[in-house]
């Protein structure tokens, strides 16, 4: 589909006009809470809303039925203004089972709005829940509206006709629940049924099926007089748009990246949550020329992905923390070999196996520090999910130029995370190509570690090259030959090269930007998944008479040139990170600057107003 | 984009366009790096060093579309003592850096030179799926049974009650038999040497570069200074004659002074050491390298609890599969083909998108 929808024909209806909703689908991980998600976002977004969605899956893939192990969810705010975040409290819940209500309810808003599947508030389920009581009956739920629809027979009724059997009928109760909510916010149906049509091609009775529960959902809104509202198209920038995840946009990054820097894709991975959507992504487009490798483990996928460096493709891996505690061996060779190679980290939570599914900012010294001896890499940052874009193809412009491991640092929440994003111009993408040595440098020789005056990038002479053959390893190598040695001074100088080469990329790099009012005393500094709450606590405290001004770190090795400068004009420096403080300590030690920290890991994101209330009480 | 002579990457991912080089007669020494070789003196590293480098004219392969990957011990110094390009890995990584580069690159030969403690304890997991995968690599283990590098601990292939400075006491661990260990592992070919064969080694080494996919060789190898004579069995002047049994695809399994033994497979399927003279050459065993099922090849690599027996050397199995740069290069093409080279423009916009004016 493209162009803009037009509302639906909704006569007779006096519709309560609203600037943003925070909309959150939950119910058991097998009632398609994720799809019913993605359908209301893709239609949101077709009409013309700002929106930012943060689905919520639980670590099993199906914890038993009815249980709160087993409750996924999938928040949307959307707007008809510029917004940051998927909000911090969702003013609708959806919930489609007791578990679902009891697990999300104190996120919701006060005199929110609960939609709930009344036919499921069975003995039986209560009691899966944990509840003692029905909380439908015991008034526990008087400060919210509550709107109780027996989704689950109502669904069964609609879709008798189409013949489906009985399981195949109540799991479309889904469908009917994103009718109601279609008619709550005016959203056109037409495109979900085609949608449905085009899914359930093979299975024409299943596709009625899911029809009929979503036009009866439509019905049922509209004949019980559901309250109505209307969210306007947001004004955003003129162009072609569409919504895209955060790992998607890595995974376009990347590929936008190959064939910016004319190199053929290379990419040898591990499955791991949440980073696998990366491998299934580029494995589909084999007509790039990208290789997909799926390795035996992650060292192998980051070997994999070094050998193929070096023999001139693009070598990527990607993988999330505990990956790259067994990748980091091989990036300290990536380091010694000085070969480009794009190693994608999207954080969760730690230690250990920790929250896999849940999103935490806590790699960023392992990132810089993970490696033994004096190795350090350059580490770029996404900050939202369409960020990822172009945070992957500024990770390679470095990662070739520069002849050097790159990391890119991403999180579960932005990976996971949707936002529309406005479709960029190819001739707005850089140049980031990069020649191979292909004479002599020497005399009639070659040495791999003679540098450019300028990057103190080495040269790359990939197999195939005649006259250019050479070796080279993890042992400490001779400055200009790249010979084995051993020499205490040339250990030195190379370990000084390397780490000259490094810091020298702050000359080649955007510097940091100040947002905020110019008389502004007090800066919050961020890098990150955290950008959207930042952005939204300081704009609030702006808009309500204070003086906040913010900057984001979209790198974090080397930092951007300017960046004390731009410290030392604040009296305050304060960072807010999801971890114990990492940021924090990196520009303390670098600056002796002091900096006050905000520090959360729940495993999810801060929430914009907690923030506003935190850096209140610092200013 | 400046390119190396000859050879052209080609921007859409499908690799080396054309064949780079004139093959001009190369000679041994063109195969000769000047580093200096430091094995400890009598090492058998050197004599398979010499053997790789006598053969690598013949295979009419220039130097610069041949790689040698290596990963740590005193074998993997290897790459460095090769005119070739070449990469001294990290401890056990060499089949996975290996298979990047033989993958992103098939117009390459890529050889791997690795150890017992290299391949089979650090880097088992990589040697096994490369063999799985069937990769177009040809894995060397020179298998001494011993750390050497580390000065003398004992290895995956160190035998039972081997008393080393990690095992004062003496090693209490069943040992991996490498060749069986690769079978096991789907491996295309399998092939067992000495580094003493002058003969016998250059051979297998021919037979290994000309084989598509993963061709695994052990190569017994002395260290003289951890593990001195542990092939003595096989190298004493004694021994050579008694102990080594040489497979001769298509021919009766044959050994001894006069090759008076022979190998034969008993009623119950297993393999028996008799005399020829007691069974007639009839009753033996005659080798198939090319069998498909590797279950008799897997008995000949059993035969010898160790190298302290009559064991099997040469090419235990010899068989043709899919190898795995094959099969995505073929995707590669076919989705070009089908699909229209990668368009960014459309990627981009793929999917619903809407327009704001
Ligand atoms: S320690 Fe043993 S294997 Fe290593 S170089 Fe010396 S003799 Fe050879």
Known sequence: MSGQIAPPEQAGTDRQEVPHVVVRFAGDSGDGMQLTGDRFTSVSAAFGNDLSTMPDFPAEIRAPAGTLAGVSAFQIHFSDHDILTPGDEPGVLVAMNP???????????????????SDSFDERNLDKAGYAADPLGDGSLDDYQLCKIPMTSMTMDAVKPTGVGKKEAERSKNMFALGVLSWMYSRPVEPTIEYLEKK??????????????????????????????????????????????????????????????????????????????????????????????????????????????????????????????????????????????????????????????????????????????????????????SSC?????????????????????????????????????????????????????????????LRDDDTLARPWAIPGTPGLEHRIGGLEKADVTGNISYDPENHQLMTELRAAKIKGIEEDIAPLEVEGPDDARV???????????????????????????????????????????VLRRFNKIVVPELNMGQLSRLIQAEFLIEVISINQVKGLPFRAAELEERLKELI | MTQGNGSALDTKGRGITEASGGVATLERADFVSDQEVRWCPGCG???????????????????????????????????????????????????????????????????????????????????????RRNVNLKILLFNNQIYGLTKGQYSPTSEQGKVTKSTPFGSVEQPFNPVSLALGAEATFVARTLDVERKHLPEVLRSAAAHRGSAFIEIYQNCNIFNDGAFLALTSKDGRSKNRIYLEHGAPVRFGDNNAKGVRMDRSGRLEI???????????????????DPSLAFALARLAAGPTMPTPLGVFRQVKRPVYGDGMEQQLRSAAAEQGPGDLGALLSSGDTWTVT
């Open chain 1, 200 to 385: 359930f091609a093979t299975k024409p009775a299943l596709a009625a099926a899911n029809v009929a529960a979503l036009k009866a959902g439509h019905a049922f809104g509209e004949t019980a007089e559901l309250s109505a509202f209307e969210v306007k198209p947001a004004s955003l920038a003129p162009g072609v748009y569409r919504r895209i995840t955060g790992n998607q946009a890595l995974a376009f990054g990347l590929i936008a990246a190959s064939v910016q820097a004319q190199l053929p894709l290379f990419l040898g991975s591990y499955p791991i949550t949440p980073a696998s959507d990366i491998l299934h992504e580029l494995s589909r487009y084999k007509n790039f020329g990208v290789r997909t490798l799926q390795a035996e483990d992650e060292i192998a996928a980051i070997g994999m992905a070094l050998g193929a460096a070096f023999s001139g493709h693009l070598g990527v891996t990607t993988s999330s923390g505990p990956g790259l505690d067994l990748k980091a061996e091989t990036l300290g060779l990536a380091v010694s070999l000085e070969l480009p190679l794009i190693v994608v980290n999207i954080q969760r939570g730690g230690p250990s196996t920790g929250l896999p599914t849940k999103t935490e900012q806590a790699d960023l010294l392992h990132a810089m520090y993970g490696r033994h001896g004096e190795a350090p890499l350059p580490i770029v940052s996404s900050y939202s999910p």
């Open chain 1, 523 to 565: 800066l919050v500094l961020g890098w990150g998944g955290t950008y959207g709450q930042i952005g939204e606590a300081c704009g609030r405290l702006n808009a309500g008479g204070h003086r906040v001004a913010r900057a984001h770190l979209r790198h974090l090795n080397p930092l951007p040139k300017n960046t004390e400068g």
């Open chain 2, 45 to 131: 590293d050197y004599a398979i060093l010499a053997a790789v480098q006598s053969i690598m004219p013949e295979l009419g392969i220039p130097r610069e579309k041949i790689v040698f990957v290596s990963g740590i011990g005193c074998s993997s110094r290897f790459p460095y003592y090769m005119d070739t390009y070449g990469v001294h890995g990290i401890h056990g990584r060499a089949p996975a850096i290996a298979t990047g580069i033989a993958t992103a690159r098939p117009d390459l030969q890529v050889w791997v030179v690795t150890g017992d403690g290299d391949g089979l304890s650090i880097g088992g997991n990589h040697f096994i799926h490369a063999l």
């Open chain 2, 274 to 292: 008799v005399d020829v003279a007691d069974v007639g050459v009839e009753g033996l065993l005659v080798h198939d390298a090319t069998r498909e």
């Open chain 1, 99 to 117: 578990a679902a209500l009891k697990a999300n309810i104190k996120d919701v808003m006060r005199g929110g709005m609960l939609i709930l599947n």
């Open chain 1, 389 to 449: 874009f172009w945070a992957a193809i500024e990770a390679a412009r470095i990662a070739v130029k520069y002849m050097t491991p790159v990391i890119l640092l991403s999180d579960g929440f932005i990976a996971n995370g949707a936002e529309p994003w406005l479709i960029p111009k190819l001739a707005d993408l850089p140049d980031i190509s990069t020649s191979f040595a292909s004479q002599p440098n020497a005399g009639e020789d070659y040495w791999p570690y």
